[in-house]
């Protein structure tokens, strides 16, 4: 069975510059979400997505977005990015139908912005 | 507006010692806690979870506890060994464990051999 895999594992990019990150789902996983942990801090939730359907927002500005495909592989994508988008951003996936299960985290993404 | 409070950034412990980590929450409407453990340059790893339906769940050298009256949680780790020198987040969410979650902002746990 293989985890939650995400890629690029680091990146470098200019303020005002567009970024995508990737992830894949655990295998048998429906939803995933992603989550921006700054330094020093906990993981903040972003959006999440359920069936290819965002399924709830955190409090982002509409320049984060996402997508989810078929394979329920996903990416989120940032626009026109700032200074304070510097941060590992997670990705994590589960299985919802009826109960919801635990999250299971992949590495992250380690984005610095400059 | 932090929701979700871990107010010992850092915690030292012996080797064979019980390990306590607190948290505490301020919105009753949270139904479902969980605890991840984070390595440097890995992604958090589940560890437990607790319903609010429940006030205890065992597991291995991991125990939860839940307070609803005091919105308080612990998570007891018995016994201590060095490989739990991690960085430990508690985390609340409404409707089970795939939805959002509201994270704490961590406690580091060292346990010396």
């Not at chain 1, 994508?77 to 919801?100: I, P």
Request: charged share 20%.
């Amino acid at each position: 069975e293989t985890g939650v895999t995400q890629s690029p594992t680091h990146l470098i990019k200019t303020r005002g510059q567009q970024v995508t990150l990737r992830c894949s789902s655990q295998s048998g996983h429906n939803t995933v979400s992603w989550y921006q942990q700054a330094l020093g801090q906990g993981p903040q939730f972003i959006f999440q997505y359920y069936r290819e359907e965002e399924n709830g927002r955190g409090n982002f500005p509409p320049r984060f977005s996402g997508l989810q495909f078929p394979n329920y592989s996903s990416e989120l994508n940032v626009n026109a990015l700032e200074l304070d988008d510097s941060a590992l951003y997670l990705c994590a996936s589960s299985f919802k139908q009826g109960w919801s299960y635990e999250q299971y985290f992949g590495p992250g993404t380690r984005l610095t912005v400059t | 507006d932090q929701q979700v409070k871990q107010n010992s950034p850092s915690l030292s412990v012996q080797e064979g010692r019980i390990s306590i980590l607190n948290c505490d929450y301020t919105n009753s409407m949270f139904d479902y806690f969980l605890w991840y453990k984070k390595y440097p340059a890995e992604g958090p790893t589940f560890l437990i979870s607790i319903s609010s339906i429940k006030d205890k769940n065992e597991d291995g050298r991991f125990t939860v506890f839940l307070n609803k009256s005091a919105k308080h949680l612990s998570l007891h780790i018995v016994p201590s060994q060095p490989g739990d020198s991690a960085v430990y987040f508690c985390a609340a969410s409404f409707r089970g464990g795939s939805e959002k979650l509201v994270f704490g902002k961590g406690t580091k746990l060292t346990v010396n051999p």
